[in-house]
């Protein structure tokens, strides 16, 4: 599971899916999310402005991540 550190208190799931370098656009991410690609906790995902915050698991294209705040 690769960890990823935020700044901020929160980061949309379309925003997360480009910082990762998964997807190569905002466009391509929408079309993912929507097609139900994206899971977060374990469950599909279809909101590409879903909040995530620390502690928050994101898996897709077989990779898992989780949301890790700065401090």
Request: aromatic share 8%; no cysteine.
């Amino acid at each position: 599971m690769k960890k990823i550190i935020i700044a901020t208190e929160y980061i949309t799931l379309g925003q997360f899916l480009k910082y990762v370098n998964a997807v190569d656009s905002g466009a391509i991410a929408k079309i993912v999310i929507l097609e139900g690609q994206v899971l977060v906790n374990d469950e599909v995902e279809t909101r590409r402005g879903k909040k995530l915050r620390d502690g928050d698991r994101i898996s897709f294209d077989g990779i898992d991540y989780i949301v890790r705040n700065e401090d």
